[in-house]
């Protein structure tokens, strides 16, 4: 059953880099064959539980001994502005006899305890390595507790071995496909209504572009699955049409609304100044083919016009600021070239950029931005890195949390674009921001005294 | 006498616990140069990394032997095999220090088997000293991982005094002593005890050693393995030790290990927080050494019980709640009893034969959903970051201790040992009291309704 779900998610007929494979090729799928004692990079499991986690009145819970939940629990930035239950660990952490007699029925038992206390609309349960691995047939246990307990309780079959983060969330979309959307119907429904995918609400990114298509009058009928509600993502089928946001992450979901219910979507991204006003003309665009008044074009552009001219008025002391400074890039693909796009325009240079995680068409992209002699690095070493700040090749660093103290050891600025940075950069005013915090990075006036020696060495 | 209970739920909600395997690394990166590895799929590194990254900020060398499905089942001989070399041509550890998961451990990977093997195929890497324990994660908890880790490197490491480059015979007035420290002691209680040790002009070898490794020093160069703990060297030299000084009663087992490779004589503290524990740290540092203690512990020996007087009226009758693992728990609530607070809700990870000596009625292996309900009424929260939510929910005054604390900055330097270390807890929770004190207002000597109805009922009977 798995094994044919990841074989169907590595068939991807809309993944730009699947276009250019064999049959075989396609078959062996896209998670390359990590390297003993030279890998990085979460499990399968995490990359489910990033996708659906935001949803937050859902209780997630975790078959599998402790080290899964327990060691990872609440550490990831989504918001949500109404339920909290989606921050509550939930696990079976299963014992050493569970794992001889089998966790099936402390699972069941598992699930009937969080529905008696915490009376959630749906339960998830997350399938992790040790406990696939001993046969827990989770599948058949949330059937019959949805059954018992008239509920949803809905299997996430991805456990860890099965592949990386990546293959993880298309897997969790495969499980909303099955098990979720198309199960509810909304109140009413308007021809402005949209579904925003691959976005999380890190940090409230949603909230900082919710405004925006508030303002043109779009509604955001679903987000999967930023601050999503169980049944916002059970009726984003009645949806006219979806912004996909991250562009591996969910593309399974994107393209199946678009087979399954005629939603046709873009690809855009919300961080950029150009990006940000792309999106907004796409979804305008999209919605007005299916059928919304012609007008909303025009609105768009107006709206466009304004919050553009706002932000290039907030970006103008910076640039002078900003204008040819070095960029370190370091992040997990897709979000390069819409990051790469957006410091271009306040003038920094970007001196080298991740592409590890890429695909063909991200590369094509990033060439596009940067020129043929792009540096792209496909993987440059932690001390390559650490060379590179130290000698000044590049005077800030971009990366995610963990490859912070290569530049802060360097002694240079940093900043976290990752999933537990605590600043919002989307939208206009998240490209402003992020602006502002590059510059607070780099004329710190703390980097004269730290990169000073001291007295006695010099 | 406590009574010890184990949840029975079958749903753990809001883990307290963290996992073995992850105790196992925290302990492997408290020696120098080293890289520890984690037998198991690849996401069980990354949590682990992550969550170390957030408690110490700092870099973290932890690497994976990127378990898959298929070779799970084939077994982890390939796997391991082709972790070490890639380690070793990479990183250029002088050890590698592997610990299993739950994966590999319910497939029943024999991997001291393997490293035989591994090493009999591999001449080149006899310089690298490799370590292996097992630590399933369905098992028992980060202590206990940590526990089990020091042990191995204790019997597999340390050269006896009489075996091929031992020392021979010890001479009595040694002044080489090992210290054998905890899970719950931060870089910074470490750096405390360090310099307590020689200040009676003793010379401690500490295993592990995170106050070299992750004290938030800024090295010369970049590297990819740990930069500062003990030393291999270190560690082999320990045989040569004229006593083995534990701190922490998880500790004990590493320590007998020690009196059983070695015949080193031992002596293992249970807890260096509070007068009376600090005073039995620093009488036996007194003994050992032959000296007289030096002026600034006298000095602050005294500076602590002036902080004990001027603090106990904060403390009095105050009640507590702890979630910590079974030895932090044990140092914070009796100094916490000592000072007359009374610790209402216990709720700890593992077995310890500390727990039914805690001051307290109850102490419940469980998880932070049960501490919750057991805090109601308490006036203080102490537990790792994860209490965050449950402090606001409670709306009661919360001390982060033990690991993760991702929220605050500084947790590699918080201290809590010693008669220093002592004294500043005392302040810190004190002034947290203080701040929480209520102000007396006209309504206060009023009876609330429900002590009314309380009142009537009681006479009625
Ligand atoms: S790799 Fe497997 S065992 Fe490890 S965290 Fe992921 S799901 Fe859990």
């Not at chain 1, 792009?374 to 440059?380: R, Y």
């Not at chain 1, 070493?381 to 995610?400: F, H, N, T």
Request: contains cysteine.
């Amino acid at each position: 059953m798995l094994q044919s779900k990841i074989q169907d998610v590595f068939n991807e007929p809309a993944c730009g880099k699947n276009q250019g494979k064999s049959e075989k090729e396609r078959k062996k799928g896209c998670t390359k064959q990590l390297v003993p004692g030279a890998a990085a990079g979460g499990c399968a499991f995490d990359g489910a539980k990033i996708a659906l986690q935001p949803i937050t009145d859902v209780a997630h819970l975790v078959h599998g001994p402790i080290a899964c939940e327990g060691n990872s629990w609440d550490n990831r930035g989504a918001k949500s502005s109404g339920s909290r239950l989606y921050r509550t660990g939930f696990t079976t952490d299963i014992s050493e006899l569970d794992v001889i007699y089998g966790g099936e029925k402390r699972l069941y038992k598992a699930i009937r305890e969080v529905i008696e206390k915490y009376d959630p609309p749906a339960v998830f349960v997350y399938q992790t390595c040790v406990t696939a691995l001993i046969g827990d047939d989770i599948e058949a246990v949330c059937k019959a507790a949805s059954v018992k307990f008239g509920k949803p309780v809905i299997p996430i079959d991805a456990p860890g071995f099965v592949g990386n983060k990546n293959l993880g969330n298309k897997l969790a979309g495969e499980a909303l496909l099955d098990y979720v959307i198309g199960t509810q119907e909304p109140e009413y429904t308007t021809p402005y209504d949209i579904n925003i995918i691959g976005e999380y609400n890190l940090s409230g990114e949603l909230w900082q572009v919710k405004p925006l298509f508030d303002k043109l009058g779009i509604r955001i009928l679903s987000c999967i699955s930023g601050d999503a509600q169980y049944k916002e993502v059970a009726w984003s089928h009645r949806a006219r049409a979806t912004m996909m946001v991250c562009s591996k992450a969910m593309i399974n979901i994107t393209r199946k609304l678009e087979e399954r219910y005629g939603i046709p979507y873009f690809e855009g991204s919300f961080y950029g100044i150009s990006d940000m006003s792309d999106s907004l003309r796409q979804t305008s665009k999209l919605l007005v083919e299916r059928g919304a008044p012609a007008e909303l074009l025009e609105r768009t552009e107006l709206l466009i016009r304004d919050e553009e001219a706002k932000a290039w008025q907030q970006l103008e002391p910076y640039k002078a600021r900003l204008a040819g400074k070095k960029v370190l890039l370091i992040t997990g693909g897709v979000k390069s070239w819409s990051v790469v796009s957006a410091l271009q325009e306040v003038g920094m240079e970007i001196v080298g950029t991740s592409v590890k995680k890429s695909t063909v068409e991200d590369k094509e992209r990033i060439k596009e931005l940067m020129g043929q002699d792009a540096h792209m690095l496909d993987d440059m070493s932690p001390r390559d890195m650490y060379k590179m700040l130290k000698d000044a090749r590049a005077e800030i660093m971009l990366s995610g949390g963990r490859s912070q103290f290569i530049a802060l050891k360097a002694k240079m600025p940093w900043l976290d674009i990752n999933q537990e940075r605590h600043h919002a950069y989307a939208g206009y005013d998240g490209m402003v921001a992020l602006v502002r915090e590059i510059d607070k990075a780099l004329y710190s006036p703390m980097w004269e005294q730290v990169r000073r020696p001291a007295p006695w060495e010099s | 006498m406590a009574k010890i209970v184990t949840s029975r739920k079958a749903c753990t909600v809001n883990p307290l616990k963290m996992s073995q395997p992850i105790g196992a690394v925290l302990a492997f990166l408290g020696l120098d140069h080293c890289m520890p590895a984690l037998h198991g799929s690849q996401g069980c590194t990354a949590f682990g990394l992550v969550l170390f990254v957030r408690h110490f900020r700092e870099n973290i060398p932890l690497q994976t032997t990127a378990m898959n499905e298929a070779t799970t089942i084939l077994g982890g001989m390939d796997n391991i095999e082709e972790a070490i070399l890639n380690i070793w041509t990479r990183a250029k550890p002088e050890i590698i220090c592997i610990a299993s998961t739950g994966l590999t451990e319910t497939k029943g990977d024999d991997v001291d088997g393997y490293i035989k093997l591994i090493r009999k195929k591999h001449p080149e890497l006899v310089d690298l000293a490799i370590i292996y324990v097992s630590t399933p994660d369905y098992k028992d908890a980060f202590q206990d991982g940590w526990a089990r880790a020091v042990t191995k490197l204790v019997e597999e490491l340390v050269i006896p005094p009489f075996e091929k480059g031992g020392v021979g015979v010890i001479s009595a007035g040694i002044s080489q002593i090992n210290i054998l420290a905890g899970s719950h002691l931060t870089p910074g209680d470490i750096e405390e005890i360090r310099e307590t040790v020689q200040a009676f002009g003793l010379d401690p070898i500490i295993l592990p050693d995170l106050s070299g490794s992750l004290d938030g020093h800024i090295p010369e160069e970049f590297m990819p393995t740990t930069m500062g703990g003990t030393t291999l060297a270190d560690i082999r030299r320990m045989g040569a030790s004229g006593f083995t000084l534990a701190i922490g009663e998880h500790m004990r087992a590493a320590t007998e290990a020690m009196h059983a490779k070695c015949g080193t004589h031992y002596e293992v503290l249970d807890r260096i927080t509070g007068l009376e524990a600090s005073d039995r740290f620093i009488a036996l540092l007194a003994e050992l050494s032959g000296n007289p203690v030096p002026n600034k512990y006298r000095r602050q020996r005294s500076q602590l019980v002036d902080a004990m007087l001027d603090g106990h009226f904060f403390f009095g009758g105050k009640k507590i709640a702890i979630g910590a693992e079974p030895d932090l728990l044990w140092a914070i609530g009796n100094l916490l009893a000592e000072m007359g607070c009374e610790i209402t809700a216990a709720v700890t990870t593992t077995q310890s034969p500390l727990l039914e000596k805690i001051p307290t009625a109850e102490v419940l292996i469980g998880d932070l959903e049960d501490l919750e309900q057991k805090a109601q009424n308490c006036d203080l929260l102490i537990t790792h970051s994860h209490g965050r939510q449950m402090a606001e929910r409670l709306d009661i005054p919360f001390l982060r201790m033990g690991l993760p604390l991702f929220d605050r900055l500084g947790a590699a330097h918080r201290l809590s040992v010693g008669y220093r270390g002592t004294r500043d807890l005392i302040f810190e929770i004190g002034n947290m009291f203080m701040a929480n004190a209520h102000e007396a207002s006209p309504s206060t000597w009023i009876p609330s309704q429900e002590e009314c109805n309380a009142d009537t009922s009681a006479t009625a009977h």
